[in-house]
């Protein structure tokens, strides 16, 4: 039973009026509460039990910290910095977390050294448990500033332990994680190369399920370009645009000496005008720039991890050879291998996308794309079951792409069956918008690959008696029926409103603006823009006509699978530019009639108008070129695919990739 704490009125009014002074910076406040009773010092004052050097640590008081450490009396320094909180945590502990070398400046010298230069063995002992003093977590004060990521304060710390100890003592805390994997968890990669420098071993360092630090590195897919690249086309060039470097001090790998950047109440690093200041109030920029600048760090620090890795070294012979089966007498049992042992970080790397780290584990080690994991996958298998294109086209290209194009796991899965299933893909939902582009983007994922492997492949079936044709239809039958599904919906609305297009301008054609001549000759009929009206009202309702019989046919299409490879996806293309086309003539032909029946002087008046005329337009152009411009891609690239499936010679410049 937890014990019962009784805090008296008093007691809670000093530390509700601490702790309010503290926050606000007041020295002089808090100097009236504990100058009269300096053992209050050592009282908690929050839930976390944390006294009041806790709270002003880790708010990076240092005018706080130096006016309460005055206070202290000599006898107590040292013991102040072994108080903990409910935690584990003592001062140094909080202060670690922030950026203010001058608090724990301050700290290190008036409570640790506060009695001179070492004197004794007893003396450095004592230190040297002080500053490797571990919370409950096992972390040390210098682990804590690794894992808040803060450079300069891992940089001072170790320094001052290299004084008295040993820096090996504070590399892993309770759960085996070490100090790199733990910078590297935080995506402080400035730090973890800073570490990796000082100790190249800690590369090789595992935690207690067998990874290291490129094994976490690989996973990351937000800390690389190309597994989470900048969407728009204007933050794309922003970004191409933007040095990759901070171009500051921060870079480099010394303190410097006198400290004088720091401010010295709030603790924070001054500021490099050729960094911070430079975008100062372009919030979106300096994001952009956050982001290269830790794509560019990310990529350094896998350089340096990636030449000590050999986890690709571990032999693994596949059950199954390269060698098809037409059938199979019996559904086999799908064998399950599960391990302790993490994947070698070229497969993570391979299966979240992040190109530089493949490539970079090529290029020192190219045998490595050679690796058989313990499930009998090779890279492409992995790519391709998490569909990772950029990693498919790059392995691709390699001498050895035909032997592991033929490469059948322990599964008894092909390369083309990993592309058929969806297991792996399900929450990504695909690159396109909707759901017969996301259709089409998996069969055509699914002939690529098809291309990739001997034809006699094909009719080789799994251990369930399959072969990826019958896998393929099977996963996607649900992608189908939603599919199927939108292209009616979508084909109905747009069918409705080409209809309503082609009754508005089949009925101008009989009510010419102006009326008629007794004859039944048009009283307009020689103005200039009575002979654009009849232009743009004929275009318009033959392409709204159009556009109708081009939804009709898709109604009435049977839609399946192979009809979204290609011909619904050029169909609905067409469909979409007849009846914009026919929207858009529409419109004009509107104002036309306009300008044929009202004679406008002022120009301010004439400009009204024609904004008004076309606001439609623009309204239905910005929201349907989203929808539109795929469509238009797809249809393009079908009828290329076509030329150079069917053209002589080599006509690879037709083939259009994708991003």
Known sequence: ????????????KEMRDAYAKVLAGDVQG??????KNPDALFNPITARRDTIFHVAAYRGREAVLRALVEMVPQSKKRELLKTKNIHGNTTLHEVATTSNIKAIDLLIKELLFSDGPLNHETDISEREKILGDRNKLGETPLFRAAEYGNKRMVMYLAGEIERIGDLHNHYKRNDGVSILHSAVIGQHFDTAIWFLNKDPQLATYKDNYGKTSLHLLAGMATA?????????ILKKC???????????????DQLPPNLQNKD?????PSKDPNQSERFKGWKMIDRIWTHKKMHASAVKLAEILVKTDASWFEPHEPEEEDAICLERKEEEERVKMESPEPDTPLFIAASTGIVEIVKEILAVYPQAVEHISKTGENILHVAIRHRKYRVFDLVKKKEEANRLARGIDNHGSTILHHAAETKYCQGQGGTKPTPALKLQEELEWFENVRSQIP??????RNKNNKTADQLFKDMHQPQLKEAQDWVKNTSQSCSTVAILVATVVFAAAYTAPGGFHGDGRPILLEKPLYSFFTVMDIAGLASSLTSVVIFLSILTSSLEFEDFLHRVPRNLSLGFTFLFFSLTTTMLSFTATVLLLVHLRKKWTATLTYAAAFLPICVFALFQFPLYYPYFVAAVK???DFLRRNLPGNCEFLQIKDD
């Open 1 to 12: 039973m937890a014990k019962e704490i009784i805090i008296k009125r008093s007691d809670f």
């Open 30 to 35: 808090l100097k009236g509460i504990y100058q």
């Open 224 to 232: 690389f370009y190309s597994s989470s690249p900048t969407t728009g």
């Open 238 to 252: 922003i970004y191409h645009l933007l040095p990759s470097d901070s171009c500051n001090q921060d870079e480099t």
């Open 264 to 268: 010295l109440e709030l603790g924070e």
């Open 455 to 460: 034809s006699h492949f094909i009719m080789h």
């Open 638 to 640: 079908s009828i290329l």
